[in-house]
């Protein structure tokens, strides 16, 4: 992997090059969402595994995301060895 980075802010496609291995943003982010960092990642084509994060339950909300098809959804409280554990088996696919 190319290390950890962190991302305040997202604009235009977004991110910078090379683009990261692997993003974990929260549905509700001062600066924008999680959704729409999922959908540039994606229509951008990076080959960047997204895990989403959130403390919504709003059904409407998390039918967006999943359309979006994440590498997982975490609901809060989220326990960091299963965000481990699903980006490990992500990268091994």
């Known amino acids: 992997m190319g290390g ?3 991302f305040d802010r997202f604009r235009g496609t977004g991110l910078a090059r090379p683009p990261p291995d692997y993003l974990i943003p929260d549905l509700r982010l001062p ?3 999680g959704a729409t960092i999922l959908r540039r990642v994606r229509v951008a084509q990076l080959g960047t595994r997204v895990a989403v994060t959130t403390g919504a339950v709003d059904p409407r909300r ?3 995301v999943e359309s979006l098809e994440p590498e997982a959804l975490f609901v809060k409280p989220t326990d960091i060895a299963d965000v481990w554990r699903e980006g490990m088996m992500a990268t091994a696919s």
Do not use: K, T
Request: glycine share 12%.
């Open 4 to 6: 950890c980075r962190r």
């Open 62 to 64: 998390l039918s967006v």
């Open 31 to 33: 600066d924008g969402d």
